[in-house]
Structures are given as structure tokens and as C-alpha cells.
């Protein structure tokens, strides 16, 4: 049995992304903190925040880009382009700091995707 979308039901599954991949960043720190030190907890964090962040920008670009109107403006596609050099040129720093721990930080840009695929398998049990 298939749930029709609704109105505000997009923005509830949203949420509940948004909240389970704090969450899992959370809870990820914690075992990078326990198993592996400060440095692999702090490298997950920011693995996690880029892509958390990065879901949001595209949330947003994607909510303009579908919603009709008229015309476009130049800042509905200039201000999420600045976002997004932005966040590549941030990523790429973190990527060069020597200290940065690329296994908790990969494991921090899978949270967005595993909380989208806990949301996906708590849709199919429905």
C-alpha cells in the first residue's frame, strides 16, 4: 500500500533526514572518539557537517528551481554556486590538512545517504 504525497509531507520526510543524519553524525564521533582519538572524532564531524550542509544547499536550489513562477533571478542560481565553490574550496583545505583522518572523514559524508536509506527502508515497511 503505497502513501500518496501530501501537502507538508515532503518537508516531514526532510526533517526526518535532516534529524537522523545529526544523529548518526553524533553517534559516529563518539565510536570515532572511542576507537580512534580526537583527531578521527574531529574529522568525521567535518566529513559530516560538509555533506549536511551541502543537502541543505541543494534542498534549497532544488525548491527554487521547481517552483513556478515567471522568470528567474540571477541570486536564485548565483548565491548557491558561491555556496557550492565555497564548500569545494573548504573541502579541498580540509583534504590537504595533514591531520585529517580520511577514513572517519569518508565515514562522515556517508551519514546524509545512510539516513536517506533509513528513511527509504522505514517507507517500505509501512
Known sequence: MAVEPGPG???AVLR????TAGVLAG??????FALSGALAALSLTIGAAVVIFNFYVLEK???KLLTPRTG???????VPAGG????FLLLG???????FNLPA??????VIVVAIGVEAARGLWR
Not at 528567474?72 to 548565483?78: E, I, K, N, P, T
Not at 572523514?105 to 556517508?110: D, I, N, T, W
Open 27 to 32: 553517534l559516529g564521533a563518539g565510536v570515532a
Open 16 to 19: 526526518r533526514i535532516k534529524k
Open 93 to 99: 583545505a580540509i583534504l590537504k590538512w595533514k591531520a
Open 9 to 11: 509531507r515532503e518537508e
Open 72 to 78: 528567474y533571478r540571477v541570486s536564485d542560481f548565483a
Open 105 to 110: 572523514g569518508l565515514a562522515g559524508l556517508s
Open 84 to 87: 557550492a565553490i565555497s564548500l
Open 61 to 63: 536550489v532544488t525548491g
